[in-house]
Structure formats: structure tokens, C-alpha cells
């Protein structure tokens, strides 16, 4: 219930001078207004992390959370360290206990990331568009604001109408993160439950922000052609000064664009990025380039091809001034997530900022308003590039093999390399002039040049500055194209593919995201999608996973971007644009329910996320998570009811969520058609899944397409591809298929013989299909 | 500190508890006094000469097998009986002392690990030492993993391989 304004009657506000000004008329309870059809709304309008939490239940007594603690001991109060290895910490918590808070914990933290970011950014185009800006994403979009209108249960019409959604999501963070101080939760299931909140906020303000960005800076509207842009190391022109945006907020980067354009500069200059900033730089203007993913940090600022480092927010290296130093690059840093210690001249004249920079009167800088910081970037630039170039950067190719001869195979390189990957073997090869190896862990990312082993090496040999070195001997194969974020699915495609999803006619939407925290490099993901597109499921994409996948090519030389399209539909590749723009992820599996199956949407959530866990074969794909964000990302889809497989580095996430197929009884649905209670079949099996390898990782994806509603013909097809890929990964038929097969029906013509033998070996039975597959009204509720 | 028993990465040191560091002999005696053995292989026992050494281990011991992440297929290419999960279903499996066993004969109360991609194997095992007082976890990697009960200590390729060759023999 929102305050009542004040009355200013008393003296007191007569002799200040005070200007006032009143915000948001708070109507009348129970009245709507007039401009926008009544809706009727759901039990869960804006709802706090207890109105959810039967649901909560229902997911986790079927999904029990799988603990993996990372460390056995808690050190956030003074009573610690406790050690939590069966024995209770002295606040009385209990080593599963801590493991799901430190989850909670992480589901903020990349929760507030995400809103954060989009409370930022909102501000800003309300103070640059007006409040009033439209929010209009054109006419293939009538549902803007899916997530939205079912936890607000409101469709925002201009870009004021955002903030009421952001007031909510910040009051409940607030909660959320609160819960985390010691002696408040004490039970893992319930913090599970706020974790899955915190999660589902994350995707609020996501949507926020994209939504914001999308309509304010005219990026594309579910634009299925949207350009094709340039990706990779090799696309910089390094003749040109060279500005490099590392971050995820647009705004410096589109002033930038913005003063280039204003100034006829834009030939002139090279403006690039790295992360999801280079992604949503892209949305707004094709004229940029995009480096690559966050594990192209340290190797492009170590390269010195930046002239300029412009730094937002989020997934920044924080030593980036000491790396910037080594080569003279400048670092302005712009929002108020990452100041990095440099004096603030948001308020100081532009010229005179310029001036100190290039005179390296000031270590960097910190500009908080976008605008300025695209002058000043761009003339530092230019002031510096030549006297740059001059600057000897990296070691020639002689000098890298005299300083592998410096290694003395401790081997403390491969021990502290969070991938353990070979780096001493490598580095004694290129001792002996044999660059291969070296070449082999640069390429497709299987070293993310973290410079642990750098820091670790006693002979002080600089891998890392070795290895930037290396990547530049086939530079001009570092050159690809992506598809330009589109934004989210029209409305119109969800109504082309919304059944054959539901009924099983398409396999699935297999949704490829996060970082790249990869086990054994990006190529073998970009394969991942390339093996689902070809068998006609829907691929979408989204962040350094985007990017990823962009950096693979075909014997051709085609990336996957130019060989299929970014239409939603079978076989289409889906770019949706940046980290925010997850978001669209559970967005479309809520359009689906919303306009395939006619849920209403407002204060709907339970009812929806039911529908969508039970109906929509849709598994996100995060091979390289690594960060909070993505913990929130994949928590928060979690609580839609979609799964996601994640790679091995995420099991030091430290919580999963499994499914057990040998307990019969918690894979009951309820079918709404007339009541029953029904055995189902493990469908989806697991929700958050962790896979050692690809292999693994390809066939539990195909698996957890599979949905209680498929249809007969649905389920031969999915069951059909998770054989194949079964026999390609494991060698046979898998040997759970009985648990799958509903009836004689379901059974894939192609491995009908093989099949039945195993449910004869099972003594399998038919069993009843439920005509509409339910986890609501179920006993208990 | 003995750097054979730092964590070969060395931050995926947890707590005061620390494993303890055995020889083939004292492995030996873990699997010979354990009621209900399980060796548990992971993807990095896909390739030659750990292929064989497992093999032989297993036949030796007359241990069940769990094949970890897609490492079935290799073993199944050499007709050796091994049964899949992923190491994340096995391990809430092996959790749950209601399980009854690869074989439906009760929990195991020894599982034998090899060739787990290190961090996540360290992971797996800190679910069993946090979460399964009912077993005990013993690593024959070339690595040491403290989170496990019993490790062998890191070592070379050459030292390791007769660490194995013994642990054929009585």
C-alpha cells in the first residue's frame, strides 16, 4: 500500500523554500484505470518470497537442492570461523543451511547486478527521453512486458511506468538480502525458496532494463534480419585510435557512438567491446565491433590495442588501471559500480579532462555522464593513438621462446589454473620454438587468461603477455559475424510455433547463455548448438554465450550466424542480445502459455509457471557460468519450471537441483481435466543439472525437452533424438527409455525393436496420459 | 608443508579436515575390509593406460562400476559392465542412506574414485563428506584430493602407474 501523500500545511514548509512536486497519483484501492481494459487479476499480485513458496515447495520436494559445499566453513560473523563439517556453526546453522544462504547470497548479488543496472539505465533515458517516452516495441509485440505484467499485473506504457516494477523488485531485494544476516533463516528449504525469489527478481529486472534500453535507444524489436556485425580480434583496425568498452551498460558506449556521429567521426575512430556492453553496443549501432566474450579481457588489454578503456559495470576485470598502466592505455570509468579510485570529473570541463588524461596529470578518471564521457573518450583517443603505437607492447615471437626457457617445471601453473589446463607443458614446448601448444589454449578460449598462473610462476615468466602474443599469429582468422541482438520473440512467431512446441512437434528451445567459463574451450559448445539446430530445435542465444557461438565456423568459413536464421522457429538461431536480454528467455515460455493456451497473465505466476514446467520443452544450456549473475539467471528460470545444465565449474555453485526417478511418487500430476491423481513419468528429470562433459551435457539436454502434455507423436520425436544422441555419446540405447515411454505410441518407429526389448526386460505397463499435467490443486494445497 | 598432500589445486582446501594420504597398501586394506565396494570412473579414465589399469582394479576387487559424464562408451567398447550417471546423480545417490546400492543390495559403504575432473570430483566428494557419514571415499587419481577420506598423494605419471600395478595385487 503506498503512502499517503503529505499534507504541507504547517509553518515549517511555508518559511523553507521548498519546491514540491508529486509523483505517481495513488488511486482509489479497487478501482483500475479507465485507459486500459480490466484484466482480471490473479492471487499473486507484486508478491512477496511466502506468496510463491507453496510453489517453492512443490519444485523442491521433487527437486531436492544437492549440496556441494565449497568450503566447510562459515566466516561472516565474529563468532566464526565456524567449522561446519557435521557440527552446527555457533549461530546454530548447519552446513546445508549455509551452503543454500551463500546461494541466497549469490542470487542477490547478481540479482542486484542485473536491477541495479536497470535502475541505472532507466534514470537515465527518463532523464534523456522523458518519462512519458513510449513504450512501444512495434507491432509485432503486444506482450512487452511479459514478467512484468504477471508479477506487477500491469502493462507499462511509457518509460515512467517502469519504475513502479523497480520499486517492487528493490523492496523485495531488501528482504531478500536481509535474510542472509546470521540468525534469521534457518532452514535450507527456505532459503532455497528466497534464493528462487531473489532469482525470479533477477528476471524482472532484466526485463526492465532491456525493455528500457530497447525502446529508448531504438534497438531492434524482435527484428529477426537485425544486422550481422563484426566479432573477433582480427575485425580491429589497429591504424585507428582504438576505444574499448569492457562492461554491460550501453549508455557510455552509445554516447560515444553518439559523439562520433554528431562529429563525422565515426571512419575516423575504432570503438569495440568486450563482454555484453560490446553486445548492446552493436543493438544500437552496427558501426561497432565487437572483441569477443570476458575471456578476451586480459589478452586484448595486454595486446595494447586500446587506446581508451571505457569501464561500466559488471564482469570487469578490477585490475584493469594496473593492467591499462603497462601500456599507457587510458581508463575512464562511468558508473558508480566501479570507480576504481579515480577522481570524479563528471562536473569538470571536458577539454580540461582531456588535457589531464593525456598529460597523465590524473590516473584515469571517473565521468558519470555518458554524454561527456563519448568527447572525452574519443579525443583522448585521438590524442594518444600515434604517441602509442610507438610503445612496445608484448614480446616479439623471439622473446617468447626465451622466456619459456626461463620455466623450471615446477608445474605450480597448471596446479593453480582454475582449468587445470596444460600451461607448463605448453610453455616447455614453446622453449623449444614450438608455439602450438601455446596457440592451441589461446584459440577457442580453453585458457580464459585469468593470470593465475602468471601471479603463481616464481620465474615471473608473463604468460599471459606471451599468450596475447601468440594470438596474434593468426589474427586474421580472428574475424567472424554475429547476428546484432534482436530482442525478444514477437508475438506473431509464438503463435506460429506455440503448439508444435507444447505438443512435441518441435523437440525444444534449447537456450545457450552465461560465460565462458568453459572446461575444454568454446568450440565445443558452438558444436552443442550446431548438433540441436540440425536435428530442427529451436536455438536461442543470448550474452558471451552469443558470442561463443559466434566465434565457430564451418569448413566454409561460415559462422552459425550466416548459415541459419534468426527467425523463432525450428532450426532458427536466436540472438536475443545481451545478458538483460535472458530476460526474453522465460519471456517467451510465459507468451507461450499466454497466447497458445489463453493463461491470463496478472498475478498469474503459480498458474503459469506450472503450465510452462509441465508444457514447454525449453532447457537453457549455461556451460560456462561463472558468475552471480548467472546464478540468479538460472535460479530464476529455475522457478519458472524451466531446467538448465550447467558445466562442471558451476557444481562450486555449491547447490543443484536433481530429480530422483527411483522415487515413483514424486512424479504424481494432477490432471486438471478431471481430478486425478497420476503417475507421470521424470519429465522434466532434473532442474539444475551439473555435466562433466559435452557429451553428458548433450544428451541430459535433449532428455530434459521431454514434458508430461508431449504428444504421442511429440514424445516419438523427443524421445527419438535423445536415443540418437544416446547412441552417439553412450553407444546404446539409454536404458532409463522405459521410464519415458507412456505408451506403445510414444516409442520412435526407427528403434521401435530395440525399445521394445528393454520394456519387456522392465516389464514395463502402458500407463493413463493426463490430459492436462498439473502440480497445482494437488493433495496438500 | 609436504606438497604431495597440498590439494593439487591447492584452493580447494576446505577445512581443518584434510585427507588421509595412503599408500597402495593402506588402499588395499580399505577395499579388502569394505562389505559393498564401488568404483566410481570419471572422464579422465577414457584414455590408455588408465582404461586398463580400471579395468584390471575392478576385475581384481571384483568392484561394480559407475561410468561417469559419456566415459560408458569406452568401456563398453571393451564389453566391461559399467553403469551410467552423471557423477552429480550418482553422488545424490550414494548421499541417501536409503539407497540400495548399484545391485539393490544395500548402500556401499567404500566407493573408489578415479579420473574425475578434479574440481568437480573435489566437489562430489565434499557432498560426501559433509552429507554421507554412512560411507567412506577413497581417490586412486594421481592427485591429491583432500575432500576425499583416504588419497593418494600427487605424484608423477611413473610413480603413479606403480601405485596402480600394485593395487592388483593382494
Known amino acids: 500500500m503506498a503512502p499517503k501523500p503529505k499534507e504541507f500545511k504547517d509553518d515549517f514548509w511555508k518559511t523553507k523554500d521548498f519546491k514540491i512536486s508529486i509523483g505517481d497519483i495513488i488511486q482509489k484501492e479497487g478501482t483500475q484505470s479507465t485507459d486500459e481494459p480490466l484484466v482480471p487479476m490473479g492471487p499473486t499480485q507484486k508478491p512477496n518470497v511466502t506468496d510463491l513458496r507453496s510453489w517453492d515447495m512443490k519444485l523442491l520436494e521433487r527437486y531436492e537442492p544437492f549440496y556441494a559445499p565449497l568450503c566447510d566453513m562459515c566466516c561472516l560473523c565474529t563468532y566464526g570461523k565456524c567449522d561446519l563439517l557435521g557440527k552446527k556453526g555457533a549461530c546454530g546453522i548447519d552446513a546445508a543451511a549455509q551452503q543454500a544462504r551463500t546461494v541466497l547470497l549469490a542470487c542477490c548479488i547478481g540479482s542486484a547486478a542485473h536491477s541495479g543496472h536497470a535502475r541505472h539505465l532507466l534514470e537515465y533515458l527518463i532523464d534523456k527521453k522523458g518519462k512519458d517516452f513510449p513504450i512501444d516495441m512495434g507491432t509485432g509485440i503486444d506482450i512487452e512486458a511479459p514478467i512484468m505484467r504477471t508479477l506487477i499485473g500491469k502493462t507499462p506504457k511509457k518509460l515512467g511506468d517502469l519504475k513502479e516494477a523497480l520499486d517492487y523488485l528493490e523492496e523485495q531485494m531488501v528482504h531478500l538480502l536481509s535474510a542472509c544476516h546470521t540468525g534469521q533463516e534457518g532452514s535450507s528449504i527456505d532459503f532455497e525458496s528466497k534464493a528462487l525469489h531473489a532469482g525470479l527478481m533477477d528476471n524482472l529486472g532484466k ?428 535460479t530464476g528460470v529455475n522457478r519458472w519450471g524451466i531446467p538448465v545444465v550447467v558445466g562442471p565449474h558451476a557444481s562450486k555453485y555449491r547447490r543443484l537441483f536433481l530429480g530422483r526417478t527411483d522415487k515413483e511418487e514424486s512424479w504424481q500430476v494432477n490432471d486438471l481435466r478431471n481430478g486425478e491423481i497420476v503417475n507421470g513419468e521424470p519429465a522434466p528429470e532434473h532442474l539444475l543439472y551439473a555435466a562433466e562433459t559435452i557429451g553428458e551435457a548433450t544428451v541430459m539436454t535433449a532428455k530434459l525437452c521431454l514434458r508430461p502434455n508431449d504428444t504421442s507423436k511429440g514424445r516419438q520425436l523427443k524421445l527419438n533424438h535423445y536415443i540418437d544422441l544416446h547412441k552417439k555419446y553412450f553407444g546404446t540405447i539409454p536404458e532409463d527409455i522405459y521410464k519415458f515411454v507412456r505408451v506403445q505410441k510414444d516409442i520412435p518407429i526407427t528403434y521401435k525393436r530395440d525399445v521394445m526389448k528393454i520394456l519387456d526386460e522392465k516389464n514395463w505397463k502402458p500407463k493413463k496420459l493426463p490430459q492436462e499435467p498439473s502440480l497445482m490443486d494437488m493433495k496438500g494445497d | 608443508m609436504n606438497e604431495r598432500v597440498i590439494p593439487w589445486q591447492p584452493t580447494v582446501i576446505a577445512g581443518p579436515k584434510q585427507a588421509l594420504m595412503v599408500t597402495p597398501e593402506t588402499a588395499k586394506m580399505m577395499v579388502k575390509k569394505a562389505k559393498r565396494p564401488l568404483l566410481v570412473l570419471g572422464p579422465l579414465a577414457k584414455e590408455e593406460p588408465l582404461v586398463t589399469h580400471s579395468i584390471e582394479i575392478a576385475e581384481k576387487w571384483d568392484l561394480p562400476i559407475v561410468t561417469t559424464a559419456d566415459t560408458f562408451k569406452i568401456y563398453l567398447d571393451k564389453r566391461v559392465e559399467t553403469k551410467a550417471y552423471g557423477i552429480v546423480e550418482i553422488i545424490n545417490l550414494l548421499k541417501d542412506p536409503e539407497w540400495e546400492g548399484l545391485k539393490g543390495e544395500g548402500q556401499h559403504d567404500l566407493v573408489i574414485f578415479i579420473g574425475g575432473i578434479y574440481y568437480m570430483a573435489s566437489q562430489g566428494l565434499s557432498t560426501l563428506k559433509h552429507f554421507a557419514p554412512h560411507l567412506k571415499t577413497l581417490t586412486l587419481c594421481k592427485y591429491f584430493h583432500s575432500n576425499a577420506d583416504a588419497s593418494f598423494p600427487n605424484m608423477k605419471d611413473k610413480e603413479w602407474s606403480i601405485y596402480l600395478e600394485k593395487m592388483k595385487t593382494d
Open chain 1, 207 to 634: 526485463e526492465i532494463g532491456d525493455l528500457a534500453q530497447i525502446v529508448a535507444l531504438d534497438m531492434p524489436k524482435g527484428d529477426a534480419e537485425a544486422p550481422l556485425v563484426e566479432l573477433g580480434i582480427g575485425t580491429i583496425d589497429r591504424e585507428k585510435p582504438v576505444i574499448l568498452c569492457i562492461g554491460h551498460n550501453v549508455a557510455p558506449g552509445a554516447g560515444i557512438m553518439d559523439y562520433l556521429e554528431e562529429q563525422n567521426l565515426e571512419e575516423d575512430l575504432e570503438v569495440c567491446g568486450i563482454c555484453c556492453a560490446a553486445i548492446d553496443i552493436t543493438r544500437y549501432n552496427k558501426n561497432a565491433k565487437i572483441v569477443g566474450p570476458i575471456s578476451k579481457q586480459l589478452k586484448f588489454i595486454r595486446s595494447g590495442v586500446a587506446d581508451v578503456i571505457i569501464v561500466d559495470e559488471q564482469c570487469i576485470r578490477t585490475d584493469v588501471l594496473e593492467e591499462a598502466k603497462k601500456n599507457n592505455a587510458v581508463v575512464i570509468a562511468t558508473t558508480d559500480k566501479m570507480c576504481l579510485g579515480l577522481p570524479n570529473k563528471t562536473d569538470e570541463d571536458s577539454d580540461k579532462i582531456v588535457s589531464e588524461l593525456v598529460n597523465n596529470q590524473i590516473e584515469g578518471a571517473l565521468i558519470l555522464n555518458p554524454d561527456k564521457v563519448g568527447e572525452v573518450a574519443a579525443k583522448v583517443a585521438m590524442k594518444t593513438s600515434e604517441g602509442r603505437s610507438k610503445v612496445k607492447v608484448l614480446p616479439d615471437l623471439d622473446e617468447v621462446v626465451e622466456l619459456a626457457k626461463e620455466c623450471t617445471e615446477c608445474e605450480w601453473c597448471d596446479r593453480v589454473c582454475p582449468n587445470s589446463i596444460p600451461m607448463m607443458d605448453a610453455v616447455m614446448a614453446a622453449s623449444t620454438g614450438d608455439l602450438s601448444q601455446m596457440q592451441r589454449l589461446y584459440n577457442n578460449d580453453i585458457c580464459y587468461s585469468c593470470g593465475r598462473c602468471e601471479q603463481e610462476c616464481p620465474r615471473d615468466i608473463p604468460i599471459i603477455s606471451m599468450m596475447a602474443k601468440i594470438g596474434e599469429i593468426n589474427l586474421q582468422d580472428q574475424k567472424y559475424n554475429i547476428r546484432a541482438g534482436r530482442g525478444p520473440v514477437q508475438d506473431v512467431e509464438v503463435r506460429r510455433v506455440g503448439a508444435p512446441i507444447v505438443l512435441g512437434d518441435i523437440p525444444g528451445v534449447i537456450a545457450f547463455v552465461g560465460c565462458t567459463n568453459y572446461p575444454d574451450g568454446g568450440e565445443e559448445v558452438a558444436k552443442m548448438a550446431e548438433e540441436f539446430l540440425e536435428r530442427n530445435y529451436i536455438v536461442v542465444t543470448t550474452g558471451c554465450g552469443a558470442m561463443t557461438l559466434g566465434e565457430y565456423k564451418d569448413e566454409e568459413g561460415k559462422t552459425l550466424y550466416e548459415r541459419y536464421s534468426g527467425s523463432f522457429e525450428a532450426k532458427g538461431l536466436v540472438n536475443m542480445g545481451s545478458c538483460v536480454s535472458n530476460a526474453h528467455i522465460p519471456g517467451v515460455a510465459i507468451k507461450i502459455a499466454n497466447i497458445f493456451a489463453k493463461k491470463p497473465l496478472e498475478g498469474n505466476f503459480e498458474e503459469i509457471a506450472d503450465y510452462i514446467l509441465n508444457r514447454v520443452g525449453a532447457c537453457g544450456v549455461a556451460w560456462g557460468a561463472y558468475s552471480q549473475k548467472a546464478a540468479a539467471i538460472a
